[in-house]
C-alpha cells in the first residue's frame, strides 16, 4: 500500500525558509501534491506536480514564494518555501492522486501523509 512521510517542518521567522520532503513508498506514479490546514481553518490545496513534473498549480496565495518539485527516481516530492508569513502556519500534508490532473480538487486524492507542522511567528 502508498505510504507518504512527510519531513522538515518547524519553527521559523516572517521572511525565513523551510523546505518540506514527502518520502513515498508502494504504487505512487500520478499526480501529487501539498495541502495545508491552520487552526480553525479548512484544508487548502498549496501546490500540485504531475507525473513527469511538467505541469505545476500553485494557490495564489503562494505563488512567487514557494516551488513545488519531484524526484522520481527518489521517489520524493519537496516544497520549497520561501518569504514565509504567519498566515503560512499550518500542518502541511503530502498526498497523492493516480492518474490525476493538478486542476483536480483534493477529494480526488486517496492517498495522504501523516502530516508536517510549520509555524511562522517571531
Known amino acids: 500500500q502508498v505510504q507518504l512521510v512527510e519531513s522538515g517542518g518547524g519553527l521559523v521567522q516572517p521572511g525565513g525558509s523551510l523546505r518540506l520532503s514527502c518520502a513515498a513508498s508502494?504504487?505512487?506514479?500520478?499526480?501529487m501534491a501539498w495541502f495545508r490546514q491552520a487552526p480553525g481553518k479548512e484544508r487548502e490545496s498549496v501546490a500540485a506536480i504531475s507525473w513527469t513534473g511538467r505541469n505545476t498549480y500553485y494557490a495564489e496565495s503562494v505563488k512567487g514564494r514557494f516551488t513545488i518539485s519531484r524526484d522520481n527516481a527518489k521517489n520524493t516530492m519537496y516544497l520549497q518555501m520561501n518569504s514565509l508569513r504567519p498566515e503560512d502556519t499550518a500542518v502541511y500534508y503530502c498526498?497523492?492522486?493516480?492518474?490525476?490532473?493538478?486542476?483536480?480538487?483534493?477529494?480526488?486524492?486517496?492517498?495522504w501523509g501523516q502530516g508536517t507542522q510549520v509555524t511562522v511567528s517571531s
Open positions: 508502494g504504487r505512487t506514479g500520478g499526480t
Open positions: 498526498a497523492l492522486n493516480p492518474g490525476g490532473s493538478v486542476a483536480d480538487p483534493q477529494y480526488k486524492y486517496g492517498y
